[in-house]
C-alpha cells in the first residue's frame, strides 16, 4: 500500500493562491495515477484533479483553468497549484494514488484544509 502525507493548506482570501503537496512512501513503484480530492463538510469526497504516470491530466470542471497538478517523480511528491480561489474552494483536500487502470491504492491520510474566505 502507498501512505500520504499532505501538506500545504491554510486561510486564503478570494482571489488568492495556495500550493498543495503530497509525499507518498511505501509501495510507490505501483503508481500509475495520482488524484487530488477534496470534502466540504456535509458533502461526499469529490476527485478535483489527477495525473498519469504518462503526464496527462484531467480537471473538475469548476476548477479548470484555476488548479493545475503536477508531480515530481524523484520526490514521490504530487502538488496542487490552486489560484484564484474562491470560497466555494473550502473543503479538506486529500491526494491518493492509483494502480492501473483506475483501483485507488493508498491510505487515505488526514488531508490538509484550505478555507477561503475574506
Known amino acids: 500500500q502507498v501512505q500520504l502525507v499532505e501538506s500545504g493548506g491554510g486561510l486564503v482570501q478570494p482571489g488568492g493562491s495556495l500550493r498543495l503537496s503530497c509525499v507518498a512512501s511505501?509501495?510507490?513503484?505501483?503508481?500509475?495515477?495520482w488524484g487530488w480530492f477534496r470534502q466540504a463538510p456535509g458533502k461526499e469526497r469529490d476527485l478535483v484533479a489527477r495525473?498519469?504516470?504518462?503526464?496527462?491530466?484531467s480537471y473538475l470542471d469548476s476548477v479548470k483553468g484555476r488548479f493545475t497538478i503536477s508531480r515530481d517523480n524523484a520526490k514521490n511528491t504530487v502538488y496542487l497549484q490552486m489560484n484564484s480561489l474562491k470560497p466555494e474552494d473550502t473543503a479538506v483536500y486529500y491526494c491518493?494514488?492509483?494502480?492501473?487502470?483506475?483501483?485507488?491504492?493508498?491510505?487515505w491520510g488526514q488531508g490538509t484544509q484550505v478555507t477561503v474566505s475574506s
Open positions: 495525473i498519469f504516470r504518462g503526464g496527462g491530466t
Open positions: 491518493n494514488t492509483y494502480r492501473y487502470p483506475s483501483t485507488l491504492n493508498g491510505a
Open positions: 511505501g509501495s510507490v513503484g505501483s503508481i500509475y495515477a
